[in-house]
């Protein structure tokens, strides 16, 4: 079965960075499109950063130029780079992948930043 374990979450100080990590099995990793969601206290999940097979990345506008998604096929891991961050970014991050036929979503566990200001 599919599994998404995030780690790398913590409490951190404004301007200050964190790496997550996801890894997966359960699927043929190279071939999908990863995402890292986040969700805030009291706020709807949104989607912070996408990256596709072919390593095409898109972003939330909200982390533009502060976050960095990667992936590594050889380890089946996407990482999330965060610097620069704000307080508004805590909040517990997750780990998403919608492997065809592209009708279920899997979410890891999730994992908490918090940043203090």
Same mark, same amino acid.
């Given at each position: ?25 359960? $699927? ?8 890292? %969601?986040? @969700? ?5 999940? &949104?989607?912070? +950063? /996408? ?17 960095? $998604? ?8 996407? %990482?999330? @780079? ?5 307080? &508004?970014?805590? +909040? /517990? ?25």
């Amino acid at each position: 079965q599919v599994q998404l374990v995030e780690s790398g979450g913590g409490l951190v100080q404004a301007g200050g960075s964190l790496r997550l990590s996801c890894a997966a099995s359960g $699927i043929i990793f190279s071939v999908n499109a990863m995402s890292w %969601y986040r @969700q805030a206290p009291g706020k709807q999940r &949104e989607l912070a +950063a /996408v990256i596709t097979s072919g390593g095409r990345t898109n972003y939330a506008d909200s982390v533009k130029g502060r976050f960095t $998604i990667s992936r590594d096929n050889a380890r089946n891991t996407v %990482y999330l @780079q965060m610097n620069s961050l704000k307080p &508004e970014d805590t +909040a /517990v991050y997750y780990c998403n992948v919608r492997p065809a036929p592209y009708i279920t979503d899997y979410w890891g566990q999730g994992t908490q930043v918090t940043v203090s200001s």
